[in-house]
C-alpha cells in the first residue's frame, strides 16, 4: 500500500494523527492562544510545574552532574556516577533485587521483553490491554505469546494449562495499573498462580502507578506487599516522576543479562546526567507528596461518581477515568465541545485502543480542585 493511501484511510476513519501547537503554563496549556486546562498529561502528583521544587534541585545541583548529555552510551564513557546512585538508592527498598536504568519505558520494555524471548522454550502470557512496548517487544524477535482478556484470570489460568508442559518459562505481562482503562491487575492473584505454576515469572509494569501509591511512591505492588514476588518490576520515570527515564529491577542475573542483551541499552546515548539527578531528587522528596496522593485520590473519587450520576459510560479506578464513547467521530466531536469549554482532553482512538472504544481520557493531577472538575461536568 503507498503512503498517499495509508493516509487517506487514515483520514477517512476519522484516524489521523496532527500535533498540536501548545506553550505550557502550569496546569494550563494555550492552544492557538485558547487557554486550556490540561487533562491530557500524566504529570500525577502535578510536579512538572512545581516551581519551588525545580529551584531547590537547581540550586543543589553537583557541578559533575550538570551535563546535558552522557555522550556516550553507558557501556562505554555514558555511565556518569548518577545512574548508579539513583539505582543504589531504589534498591535499598528492594530486598534482593537489582535495579537497571533505561532512557525510557518505551526502550526498556521493548530491549527487555525482546530479550526475554531469546531463552530457551519462553512463552509470554499477555493481558490483551498492554502498552504498545511491551507488544512490540514481543514482536522484535518473533517470541511465542499468546493474549489473555483483559484482567481475566480463567482465561489466563486455560492458557498456562493448555501450554505448561512444553515450556521452561512461562512469562505473564500484565500493568499494575492499566494506562487507558484505568483499572487495576489482580497482582495478589497473579502472585498466588506462582505458588501452583512454580514456571511461572511475573512481569509487571508500573508507568502509570510510580509515584502515586506506597508512602515513598515506590508504586502499587509495593504498596501491597508483593514487591519481592514480581519477577520483572518496570518503573517509568517520564508521568508521575516528572522526569524521564525508567527502570528495571529484577534479580542482579537478569540485571547482567539485560546490560549484555538490552540492545536498546546497549546502542544509545545514555540519558543526560542532569535528568537523571532530578529523577533521584524527586525520589528522595517522594514520602512528602502523600498529601498530593491523597488529593489525587479525593479528586478521582469525586469525579467518577458525579460521571456515574450523569449515566454515562466510564471506565477506571482511580486518576484515569475513561468516558467510552464508540466511534472515532463522538470522541473527536466531544473533545471539541470540552476544547471550547476550556479543557484540553484529546479523544483516544485505536490502534491506541480497541476499535469502537474511542474515548475522552481524563488523566486527573493533584495540582487540580473541585471547580475545575465541576468544569468538566459542566460540559458534559
Ligand atoms: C504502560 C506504559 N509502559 C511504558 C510506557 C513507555 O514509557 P516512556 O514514555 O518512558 O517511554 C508507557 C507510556 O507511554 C506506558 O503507558
Not at 92 to 112: P, V
Amino acid at each position: 500500500m503507498s503512503v498517499d493511501k495509508i493516509l487517506q484511510d487514515l483520514k477517512n476513519d476519522h484516524n489521523f494523527r496532527t500535533l498540536p501547537h501548545l506553550r505550557h503554563e502550569g496546569k494550563f496549556v494555550y492552544k492557538e492562544s485558547k487557554k486550556l486546562l490540561n487533562l491530557a498529561s500524566n504529570d500525577y502528583l502535578a510536579l512538572s510545574y512545581d516551581e519551588e521544587l525545580k529551584e531547590e534541585f537547581l540550586s543543589n545541583l553537583k557541578k559533575e552532574y550538570n551535563y546535558f548529555s552522557s555522550s556516550s552510551s553507558r557501556s562505554l564513557s555514558g555511565n556518569f556516577g548518577i545512574y548508579e546512585e539513583l539505582e543504589d538508592y531504589l534498591k535499598a527498598d528492594f530486598k534482593d533485587k537489582e535495579i537497571l536504568h533505561f532512557n525510557s519505558g518505551y526502550h526498556l520494555n521493548l530491549s527487555c521483553i525482546a530479550a526475554l524471548s531469546s531463552l530457551n522454550k519462553t512463552l509470554f502470557l499477555a493481558d490483551k490491554l498492554i502498552h504498545a512496548s511491551m507488544i512490540d517487544g514481543l514482536r522484535l524477535n518473533g517470541a511465542d505469546f499468546f493474549r489473555y482478556k483483559h484482567n481475566d484470570l480463567d482465561h489466563l489460568v486455560s492458557l498456562i494449562q493448555k501450554h505448561y508442559e512444553k515450556y521452561e518459562n512461562i512469562i505473564i505481562l500484565s500493568e499494575a495499573l492499566f494506562s487507558m482503562d484505568g483499572d487495576f491487575s489482580d497482582l495478589k492473584a497473579l502472585v498466588e498462580l506462582k505458588k501452583n505454576y512454580p514456571k511461572i515469572k511475573l512481569y509487571i509494569d508500573e508507568a502509570h502507578s510510580v509515584g502515586c501509591f506506597d508512602k515513598k511512591g515506590l508504586g502499587f505492588a509495593k504498596s501491597l506487599g508483593l514487591e519481592n514476588e514480581i519477577d520483572f518490576l518496570v518503573f517509568t520515570f517520564g508521568k508521575a516522576v516528572a522526569s524521564m527515564g525508567a527502570c528495571m529491577i529484577c534479580a542482579k542475573k537478569y540485571k547482567d543479562f539485560f546490560i549484555n542483551k538490552a540492545r536498546a541499552f546497549i546502542y544509545s546515548t545514555a540519558l543526560p546526567p542532569i535528568n537523571v539527578a532530578f529523577t533521584l531528587f524527586i525520589f528522595k522528596n517522594m514520602a512528602k507528596f502523600q498529601n498530593k496522593r491523597e488529593n489525587l485520590y479525593h479528586l478521582s473519587q469525586f469525579l467518577k461518581d458525579k460521571l456515574q450520576e450523569k449515566n454515562l459510560q466510564i471506565l477506571g479506578d482511580s486518576y484515569i477515568i475513561s468516558l467510552i464513547l464508540g466511534d472515532n467521530k463522538k470522541a473527536l466531536a466531544i473533545a471539541q465541545i470540552l476544547e471550547k469549554g476550556g479543557i484540553f482532553a484529546p479523544a483516544i482512538k485505536e490502534p491506541t485502543v480497541p476499535k469502537n472504544t474511542a474515548r475522552i481520557r481524563f488523566s486527573l493531577h493533584a495540582g487540580l480542585d473541585q471547580n475545575d472538575l465541576e468544569q468538566i461536568l459542566e460540559l458534559l
